[in-house]
């Protein structure tokens, strides 16, 4: 916040500087109040979208050049201007102005005071409506390709983990309570899935959102004979929004873009509840390297877990954005309405904290030390393998639920006399069935239980074995 406040400030002008004109001043014959141009101004954070703007504008000119609705020498100077602006913004030599509200008209400024009036015909047969729409889809586009690799890289350690931890078993748990015994790596790897829906996710929305909309002008379309197509290949668009209206109007994309990312987060924040859960001293199971861990100021002992945590926390940051576009959206009638000049904050921090959580985490994830001997003990409590004990009936031909009952019972009787299944005596067992053997031993053990889950998806060495090796030649 301190931040923002500050880059607005930065972009103020100064009192007695002259004020800039305005790009609509014709028809006005009072200046604008100075608390109203603060209040409209997106320049504060939508100068950002300046590279897919000047980049759509250099097109834009190209395409009125060859339509001949202005000259090729007029395109070459105003495509010479905006590159020297963009070398200007990346230099940090470019001077933003509230007064000139947006990107946009900041950009188009000062390329009419570099190369004079002309740079005044590149805003023929455009708007800064259909202007917008193009710059957020294009930034979309860069930011998808982003989160999307930065997902692979996720699930790379994902699987490098589960990998070299291969033969590690764990309790797997149901309402946070051990279940059945489970691999490690059949745990990490149903984040993989995750991920990689997450993936298709973002391959979805990319391809609605990579439609291209200049040409709609302000809502309508335009009287001059452009060509939308040019513009959308050179821009590498797959094609062309097909209404005007709903070009200029509609943020479906962005939506779409952050409840993915909404998903992501919340993917993540799942994995950050088991890291937190799974380093703490009652688990034991992991210990999260020191440089991603941070002390306490009062307690020397502590070690706390702080970029999962702050992962699970910024997820509600997510969640808020995609309730803020949603909201936003809800009660607009076409087409543009200034209310949408509101997306850009929420898509920007969006995409900038999946981008940071993700980059972060998988740092962090690399650098867990994994105790497989806790996670051991854990997944020998005396109880664990309940269900292969009524699965073990159940192939000596008792219906399972009666199996069921039978096993609840010596889960009662191990209870009252300190037993684990494992240790029940055979009399004990052969009192409440007939049915079991000593085989019932190796049936019910940790081993037994994790091994025979061969069944398509389950958590058989077997399975984790082949689902690697997919894995491995797929990354
Ligand atoms: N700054 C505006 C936005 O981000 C650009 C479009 C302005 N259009 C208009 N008719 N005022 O939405």
């Known amino acids: 916040m301190a931040k923002k406040i500050k880059a607005a400030k930065k972009l103020r002008p100064a009192k007695k500087a002259p004020r800039a004109a305005k790009a609509w001043s014709g028809r006005f014959t009072e200046t604008t109040n100075r608390l109203v141009e603060e209040f409209t101004a997106s320049i504060p954070y939508?100068?950002?979208?300046?590279?897919?703007?000047?980049?759509?504008?250099?097109?834009?000119?190209?395409?009125?050049?060859?339509?001949?609705?202005?000259?090729?020498?007029?395109?070459?100077?105003?495509?010479?201007?905006?590159?020297?602006?963009?070398?200007?913004?990346?230099?940090?030599?470019?001077?933003?102005?509230?007064?000139?509200?947006?990107?946009?008209?900041?950009?188009?400024?000062?390329?009419?005071?570099?190369?004079?009036?002309?740079?005044?015909?590149?805003?023929?047969?455009?708007?800064?409506?259909?202007?917008?729409?193009?710059?957020?889809?294009?930034?979309?586009?860069?930011?998808?390709?982003?989160?999307?690799?930065?997902?692979?890289?996720?699930?790379?350690?994902?699987?490098?983990?589960?990998?070299?931890?291969?033969?590690?078993?764990?309790?797997?748990?149901?309402?946070?309570?051990?279940?059945?015994?489970?691999?490690?790596?059949?745990?990490?790897?149903?984040?993989?899935?995750?991920?990689?829906?997450?993936?298709?996710?973002?391959?979805?929305?990319?391809?609605?959102?990579?439609?291209?909309?200049?040409?709609?002008?302000?809502?309508?379309?335009?009287?001059?004979p452009i060509d939308r197509k040019f513009v959308a290949r050179e821009l590498g668009f797959s094609g062309v929004c097909e209404n005007s209206m709903d070009a200029v109007s509609d943020r479906d994309f962005a939506i779409e873009f952050v409840a993915a990312c909404a998903q992501i987060m919340m993917h993540l924040s799942r994995l950050s509840e088991e890291l937190v859960l799974w380093s703490t001293s009652e688990f034991g199971f992991i210990t999260i390297s020191d440089a991603f861990t941070t002390g306490s100021s009062i307690m020397p002992q502590k070690k706390n877990p702080d970029v999962a945590e702050l992962t699970r926390g910024k997820t509600g940051r997510v969640y808020g954005s995609l309730t803020a576009l949603l909201t936003l959206m809800k009660g607009l009638p076409l087409a543009y309405n200034r209310d949408m000049q509101e997306d850009k904050e929420p898509l920007f921090d969006a995409a900038d904290t999946v981008s940071l959580s993700l980059s972060v985490f998988a740092e962090m994830l690399k650098s867990v030390s994994i105790h497989t001997e806790a996670m051991r003990r854990a997944a020998e409590d005396g109880f664990i393998t309940a269900t292969d004990l009524a699965d073990y009936l159940v192939r000596k031909g008792m219906p399972f639920r009666e199996a069921h009952e039978v096993v609840g019972r010596a889960v009662l009787r191990c209870l009252e006399r300190h037993w684990g299944l494992g240790t029940m005596p055979l009399e004990e067992y052969q009192r409440l069935s007939p049915l079991i053997r000593e085989d019932v031993y190796d049936a019910i053990s940790v081993e037994a239980s994790v091994t025979r889950r061969t069944s398509s998806g389950g958590t058989a060495p077997a399975n984790l074995a082949r689902r690697l090796q997919t894995l491995k030649k797929r990354l």
């Open 46 to 224: 939508d100068w950002r979208l300046y590279p897919y703007d000047i980049a759509g504008s250099i097109v834009h000119a190209g395409m009125l050049a060859r339509q001949r609705i202005i000259t090729r020498k007029e395109a070459d100077r105003i495509t010479r201007g905006l590159e020297d602006i963009l070398k200007e913004i990346v230099d940090g030599t470019f001077e933003f102005s509230t007064e000139l509200e947006d990107i946009h008209m900041n950009i188009e400024n000062r390329l009419i005071e570099k190369i004079g009036p002309v740079g005044g015909k590149l805003h023929t047969a455009r708007s800064r409506n259909d202007q917008v729409a193009l710059d957020i889809r294009m930034y979309l586009r860069d930011e998808i390709a982003k989160i999307h690799e930065l997902l692979a890289a996720l699930q790379k350690v994902l699987v490098g983990l589960a990998d070299r931890h291969r033969d590690v078993v764990l309790p797997g748990y149901t309402h946070l309570q051990r279940a059945q015994p489970v691999l490690f790596g059949h745990h990490l790897l149903a984040y993989y899935e995750m991920f990689q829906r997450d993936r298709g996710r973002l391959e979805d929305c990319f391809r609605r959102l990579n439609m291209m909309p200049l040409g709609a002008g302000a809502l309508a379309g335009t009287v001059l």
